[in-house]
């Protein structure tokens, strides 16, 4: 979507002086800490975490690796747990999920968002409170759906005809009675400082509002005595700073429920916002706080349903990004360094690094903004135009699209990427048969492994002519 949206050429050749996004940083070394995991800094120019240097982390972990600030993670967690006192938190956990993180956001208090057989199987592992998983998809299969209520998931939330029979025919089968939620499509899609209110929405989520789709599913639920209807549910985006997408989305659903109310006499218990709260990746990004954002939600969810007449639902909140992306860092090792003669004169300095789009795809995918740094020192050279690209056979392969770094920069130095920890590993794949990195957090000087580095024979086991199964 962004591709066509953001052509290559102005940030190209004689114009890219004047276009390119960012002025030179003042200092290239700083550690800006909105943007970095809060344990960051840098002693005699080496970058720590967690109380480690990254170069200690590197030679005992190897590279690239993503380094998670455990502290960081569950500070964020505990703020959202804090900023909904009164409602519930459910980690998204496909912005990256493992048992480790699992079991802290257990430990926090949050409940946990699953949306594949796959992810169950983690938060299972775990020994994550099935009560407090959502399970989420908009194509779980009968056998997703059959574990999910054989291990008593607390909500499944619904997202096509064809599944509320499904469900409905798996719950009364094994005699059960499932909560679930009705994912309702209320024509709202925001991204981060603007959203777009239409009547309509042409996508593959939920139940429109538009043509009484919506109070179809409802009615299906109803009727099916197998499933119980706990409340709606919306997902309006993806890395959102301005709140006003979610008042129109409550005010939406808050009218649904008043029609609901008329026609069933029933009151909805629970209202789900669903997440994409947004952070910091540059300079500039401003997200709202927890606490800001949970007063905000609150607030507007009480006034809407309180206008409306109505009991005022209880609410939740999905964040993922908000709570994993600014814990997490990756550090790559810079292989080769080129300097690149641009039409007009100008220079950019193309630097690759030891991964790319197989760790980190958003950039490639959705011309994603990072902050980077060099982690193994600081320098005193010129800051010049670069580009940090990965090591695949792409010419997309991009991890940070426009940034600063010393004219100095060159093979054998480390870098630091911020904000890392969403989207990241959990997308990460194994283009060009590149092993996927390992997770590793670090907590008070103590480094643990909490995904394991894959290796080369860990793919040649998928092949079975390689004789390694
Ligand atoms: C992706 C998703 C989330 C989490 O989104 P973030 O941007 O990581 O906060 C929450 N709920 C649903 C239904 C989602 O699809």
Same mark, same amino acid.
């Given at each position: 979507?962004?591709r066509s949206?953001?052509?290559?050429?102005p940030?190209?050749?004689?114009?890219?002086?004047?276009?390119?996004p960012?002025?030179?940083?003042?200092?290239p070394?700083?550690?800006?800490?909105?943007i970095w995991?809060?344990?960051?800094?840098?002693?005699?120019?080496?970058?720590?975490?967690?109380?480690?240097s990254?170069?200690?982390?590197?030679?005992?972990?190897?590279?690239?690796?993503?380094?998670?600030?455990?502290d960081?993670l569950?500070?964020?967690?505990r703020?959202?747990?804090?900023?909904?006192?009164?409602?519930?938190?459910?980690y998204?956990?496909?912005?990256?999920?493992?048992?480790?993180v699992?079991?802290?956001?257990?430990?926090?208090?949050?409940?946990?968002d699953?949306?594949?057989?796959?992810?169950?199987?983690?938060?299972?592992?775990?020994?994550?409170?099935?009560?407090r998983?959502?399970?989420?998809?908009?194509?779980?299969?009968?056998?997703?759906?059959r574990?999910?209520?054989?291990?008593?998931?607390?909500?499944?939330?619904?997202?096509?005809?064809?599944?509320?029979?499904r469900?409905?025919?798996?719950?009364?089968?094994?005699?059960?009675?499932q909560?679930?939620?009705?994912?309702?499509t209320?024509?709202v899609?925001?991204?981060t400082?603007e959203?777009?209110?239409?009547?309509?929405?042409?996508?593959?989520?939920?139940?429109?509002?538009?043509?009484?789709?919506?109070a179809d599913?409802?009615r299906?639920?109803l009727a099916?005595?197998?499933?119980?209807?706990?409340?709606?549910?919306?997902?309006?985006?993806?890395?959102?700073?301005?709140?006003?997408?979610?008042?129109?989305?409550a005010?939406?659903?808050?009218?649904?429920?008043?029609?609901?109310?008329?026609?069933?006499?029933?009151?909805?218990?629970?209202?789900?916002?669903?997440g994409?709260?947004?952070?910091?990746?540059?300079?500039g990004?401003?997200?709202?706080?927890?606490?800001e954002?949970?007063?905000r939600?609150?607030?507007?969810?009480?006034?809407?349903?309180?206008?409306?007449?109505?009991?005022?639902?209880?609410?939740?909140?999905?964040?993922?990004?908000?709570?994993? =992306?600014p814990? @997490?860092?990756? !550090?790559?090792?810079?292989?080769t360094?080129?300097?690149?003669? $641009? /039409?007009? %004169?100008?220079? *950019?300095?193309?630097?690759?690094?030891?991964?790319?789009?197989?760790?980190?795809?958003r950039?490639?995918?959705?011309?994603?903004d990072?902050?980077?740094?060099?982690?193994?020192?600081?320098?005193t050279?010129?800051?010049?135009?670069a580009?940090?690209?990965?090591?695949?056979?792409?010419?997309?392969?991009?991890?940070?699209?426009?940034?600063?770094l010393?004219?100095?920069?060159?093979?054998?130095?480390?870098?630091?990427?911020?904000?890392?920890g969403?989207?990241c590993?959990?997308?990460?794949?194994?283009?060009?048969?590149?092993?996927?990195?390992?997770v590793?957090?670090?907590?008070? =000087?103590?480094? @643990?492994?909490? !995904?394991r580095?894959?290796?080369?024979?860990?793919?040649?086991? $998928? /092949?079975? %002519?390689?004789? *390694?199964?």
């Open positions: 979507m962004s949206a953001h052509p290559a050429g940030r190209h050749a004689d114009v890219l002086a004047e276009l390119h960012l002025n030179p940083p003042t200092d070394g700083a550690i800006d800490p909105s995991p809060a344990s960051v800094n840098r002693v005699e120019g080496v970058l720590r975490i967690g109380g480690r990254v170069t200690e982390l590197t030679a005992e972990h190897g590279s690239p690796v993503f380094l998670l600030d455990e960081d569950r500070g964020r967690a703020s959202y747990a804090q900023a909904f006192a009164n409602a519930d938190v459910f998204a956990g496909k912005a990256f999920l493992c048992t480790a699992a079991r802290w956001i257990a430990d926090e208090g949050l409940g946990l699953v949306c594949s057989g796959g992810e169950l199987a983690v938060a299972s592992a775990a020994g994550f409170p099935p009560e998983i959502a399970m989420h998809g908009n194509n779980k299969s009968s056998i997703e759906l574990r999910a209520l054989e291990a008593g998931v607390g909500l499944i939330i619904l997202d096509s005809f064809d599944e509320i029979d469900l409905a025919t798996l719950a009364d089968s094994l005699g059960r009675q909560d679930v939620l009705v994912r309702v209320v024509g899609e925001a991204h400082h959203f777009i209110a239409t009547a309509h929405e042409d996508q593959k989520f939920g139940f429109s509002l538009r043509g009484g789709v919506a599913a409802v299906r639920v099916s005595p197998a499933l119980r209807l706990a409340g709606l549910h919306s997902h309006i985006g993806s890395q959102i700073f301005d709140l006003d997408g979610f008042q129109v989305a005010a939406r659903l808050v009218d649904f429920a008043v029609a609901l109310r008329d026609e069933h006499g029933i009151e909805v218990e629970r209202l789900d916002l669903g994409g709260l947004g952070i910091a990746y540059v300079a990004d401003d997200p709202h706080s927890p606490k954002i949970g007063e939600l609150l607030d507007i969810v009480a006034r809407a349903s309180r206008a409306a007449g109505l009991n005022v639902p209880r609410i939740a909140v999905e964040p993922g990004r908000a709570i994993v =992306g814990s @997490t860092m990756t !550090v790559y090792e810079i292989g360094v080129k300097s690149i003669e $641009l /039409d007009g %004169g100008a220079r *950019r300095l193309y630097v690759s690094v030891d991964g790319g789009m197989s760790d980190n795809i950039t490639a995918l959705y011309d994603a990072y902050t980077c740094t060099l982690a193994n020192r600081t320098s050279a010129e800051p010049v135009v580009r940090v690209v990965g090591k695949h056979c792409e010419s997309g392969d991009i991890v940070v699209r426009d940034t600063w010393p004219a100095d920069t060159r093979p054998g130095d480390l870098l630091a990427i911020a904000a890392t969403a989207y590993h959990s997308m990460a794949s194994n283009y060009n048969h590149v092993p996927r990195p390992a590793v957090a670090v907590q008070d =000087g103590v480094a @643990t492994v909490i !995904v580095r894959e290796t080369e024979d860990d793919l040649l086991r $998928l /092949d079975p %002519g390689s004789g *390694r199964q």
